[in-house]
Nanobody, 128 residues
């Protein structure tokens, strides 16, 4: 059974940091494009970052470049999203997603329809 479990959300002040974790079942993680998405109230779900498990290429939405870092720990089947210099605009529910493939497409990694499996989400709230 495919399972993605996010953790690490919380409330911080602007300028602060949080690290989100997404733990996946081993069969899901072995070869997948793993993405982080976020959705604020009244807005569309937005792709934030993505990484192919076992690879090094990463993808980011422009608004988080230089502030967020996606990484992985293959021994733990876990993908992380380190979020620094957080802004109120980063406030959203953050979701982990996985698509069984060996790469993340440069042109569609941020398309929610490209991902089959989703976690339950973790809330991030940034106050000014």
């Amino acid at each position: 059974q495919v399972q993605l479990v996010e953790s690490g959300g919380g409330s911080v002040q602007a300028g602060g940091s949080l690290r989100l974790s997404c733990a996946a079942t081993a069969d899901t993680y072995s070869s997948a494009c793993m993405g982080w998405f976020r959705q604020a109230p009244g807005k569309e779900r937005e792709g934030v970052a993505a990484i192919a498990t076992g690879g090094t290429n990463t993808n980011y939405v422009d608004s988080v470049k230089g502030r967020f870092t996606i990484s992985q720990d293959n021994a733990k089947n876990t993908v992380y999203l380190q979020m620094n210099s957080l802004k109120p605009d980063d406030t959203a529910m953050y979701y982990c997603a996985a698509e069984p493939r060996s790469y993340c497409s440069g042109g569609s990694w941020n398309n929610r329809n490209e991902y089959t499996y989703w976690g339950q989400g973790t809330q991030v709230t940034v106050s000014s």
